[in-house]
């Protein structure tokens, strides 16, 4: 069975700061992994995906498959980017939707 | 859009009650998800529809839970009999066939007294 790791509980960061948030995985298969991000009083949403390789809100994350990590990554941080973060994994199937494996997520503080 | 709907919000019951949580996915979407989200266990996934047929039921805890899905458009997980231990946050989502991302709804809050 699948199973994702996030380490960190609360990670706590001055603005302007780098921020990596932890993510490992297991997984026997090829999965496609996902940041998932819940800002307060909204909907949980994703954030970004290994296979567009793109930045969002300058946001990155690489998958590497010797370490199977997935950690996100930032190099100045905002305090708009204080949310719970969720780190995803999904079974690729070659086709079609499957259920989301969490992990339990982190919750990240922007200080000023 | 307004996106996925759930209903209700908030929910307040008594143990032994039955509770009824409902979702409208988003036109068009193929897939429909049920995730259960609680501080011990964090988000997990409950079960998941295609074209209204249930796919994958292994995640629902046991037989008290049911889900159904009569059309495209609603969908509705049922808990009977309620008990304390339900008390939960439970997500819909929603998902096009052509990718895996899935579109989550605002969450119905489960307590059971």
């Known amino acids: 069975a699948q199973r994702v790791t996030q380490p960190e509980k609360l990670l706590s960061v001055f603005k302007g700061a780098p921020v990596e948030l932890k993510c490992n995985y297991s997984?026997?298969?090829?999965?496609?992994l996902f940041w998932y991000v819940q800002y307060s009083r909204q909907r949980l949403q994703l954030l970004l995906r290994?296979?567009s390789r793109e930045s969002i809100k300058g946001f990155t994350a690489d998958l590497n498959k010797g370490e199977t990590s997935f950690h996100l990554k930032k190099p100045f941080a905002q305090e708009e980017d204080s949310a719970m973060y969720y780190c995803?994994?999904?079974?690729?199937?070659?086709?079609?939707?499957?259920?989301?494996?969490f992990g339990k997520g982190t919750h990240l503080i922007i200080q000023p | 859009d307004a996106g996925v709907i759930q209903s209700p919000r908030h929910e307040v019951t008594e143990m032994g009650q039955e509770v009824t949580l409902r979702c409208k996915p988003i036109s068009g979407h193929d897939y429909l998800f049920w995730y259960r989200q609680t501080m011990m266990r964090g988000l997990e996934l409950l079960i998941y529809?295609?074209?209204?047929?249930?796919?994958?039921d292994s995640g629902m805890p046991e037989d008290r839970f049911s889900a159904k899905m009569p059309n495209a458009s609603f969908s509705t997980l049922k808990i009977q009999p309620s008990e304390p231990r339900d008390s939960a946050v439970y997500f819909c989502?929603?998902?096009?066939?052509?990718?895996?991302?899935?579109?989550f709804g605002p969450g119905t809050r489960l307590t059971v007294t």
């Open positions: 997984y026997s298969g090829s999965p496609e």
């Open positions: 989502a929603s998902s096009p066939d052509t990718t895996y991302e899935q579109y």
């Open positions: 290994h296979i």
């Open positions: 995803a994994l999904v079974r690729a199937k070659g086709g079609g939707a499957d259920g989301l494996t």
């Open positions: 529809f295609n074209n209204n047929v249930p796919i994958d």
